[in-house]
Every structure is written in C-alpha cells, then in structure tokens.
C-alpha cells in the first residue's frame, strides 16, 4: 500500500509540469490558427482532432513532438559547432594556397565534416545553377544560423576582396574556445543532474527497501 500511495504521489508531481506546458502550448497554437487563418478558425473539438483535418494532437503528442524538435534542433547545432572549427581551417587552407572564396567553399564541400559539407554542397550547386556566391551564403545563413560567421567572411572577401585568411583562423580559435567552454559546462552541470535520479529513483527505493517493511513488522506486530 505505500509503495503505490508514493508511486501515485510521485507520478502526479511529474505530470503536473507536463500538462501544464501542454496547455500552454495548445492555446498558443489555436492563437497560430486564429490570426492566419480567422475565417476558418473555430473552436477545437474535444475529440482532439482540428477542423483543418490534421493529425490527432493530445496532451501527449504536443509536449512530445515540441521536446523532440528541440532536441534535434540542438543535437544539430551542437555538431555543427564541433564541426565548424575543422571547416574554418580547411578553408583557411585552401584560400592560403590561392584558391578563391568559391573555390574553397568547393574544396571544403568535399573534404569538410559530413553535416557542413551537405551544406556547402548545396552552395555550390546553387552556383552552378547561376546564383552568385553571395546569394548562395546569404541563403545559407539564413537556413543555418549557426553558419552566419563563416559566410561572412567568405562574403566580405567576395564582395569587397578582403583577405578571407586571419579571419578563417581567428574565427576557428574563437569557436574551439567555445567549444571547450561548453565541454566545461556540461562538466559542472553533472552534479546537478545526478540529483534527479539520486531523489527521484534512488531514495524511495531505499525507503521502500529498509524503512517499509520495519514499518509493516511494526503494525503487525500490534
């Protein structure tokens, strides 16, 4: 009997922050649908189904679908961080040895980390299909945030003929620092997350395991 009253309790302290985001994020999307589309939006059934005939959304679905869009949204920019130090100095390399900014953008569309090199081949084939290198990383930094500094120096060197060189290597020294500011944050923050299954998982269990059944000898002894 204590072990379930303690499961109960413990299961509704951790879907109460579940549903509330949830319904948080239900009022906001029904907010979504009323201002693009105000003559179709009405209210939503309770069957949980949209009048636009979408996939069923619950409770569930939501807080799932939104923690793993922003899981994947940062394991992608966690790798192309720790690519892009890598990248900068190839193309640093390649402008050292006289290639222009395209040429090294080609070069490093080969020789790159696999999830920029996917990127800078689709510079260079939008080059080749007529847009200008400039279009071609203004494109690119909008679709990757996380590529903006690169593509600016490659455009200041494009567009105005600055040299592309120091900039490659003082952008891939500062992007190794914050690399290893971030391996040093995750290192500090282990602690912390070690808690949650030392007070969640582990001391109930301890109690369930030692303190329980002294209790239950006890009362039944009375």
């Known amino acids: 009997m204590t072990a379930w009253v303690v499961g109960a309790a413990w299961g509704a302290l951790l879907a109460t922050p579940l549903l509330l985001r949830a319904r948080r994020q239900r009022v906001a999307a029904r907010a979504a649908l009323l201002r693009v589309e105000p003559a179709r939006a009405v209210s939503v059934p309770t069957t949980g189904r949209s009048v636009f005939g979408r996939v069923p959304t619950g409770v569930v679905g939501r807080v799932a679908r939104g923690w793993m869009a922003r899981r994947r949204a940062g394991a992608d920019d966690a790798v192309l961080g720790a690519e892009l130090p ?22 490093a569309s080969r020789w790159a980390p696999p999830r920029i090199a996917a990127r800078l081949t689709a510079v260079v084939r939008a080059c080749t299909l007529g847009a200008s290198l400039g279009q071609a990383l203004d494109e690119l930094a909008a679709a990757t945030p996380r590529l903006r500094p690169l593509t600016d120096a490659l455009m200041a060197s494009d567009r105005l003929g600055a040299p592309v060189g120091p900039a490659l290597a003082r952008l891939a020294g500062e992007e190794r620092a914050a690399l290893r500011r971030r391996a040093e944050t995750n290192a500090r923050t282990v602690p912390v997350r070690l808690l949650f299954p030392l007070v969640f998982l582990v001391l109930p269990a301890f109690g369930l395991l030692t303190l329980a059944p002294a209790l239950l000898s006890g009362v039944a002894q009375r």
């Open 86 to 107: 890598v990248t900068l100095d190839l193309l640093g390399v390649a402008v050292g040895a006289g290639c222009t900014p395209y040429l090294a953008v080609e070069v």
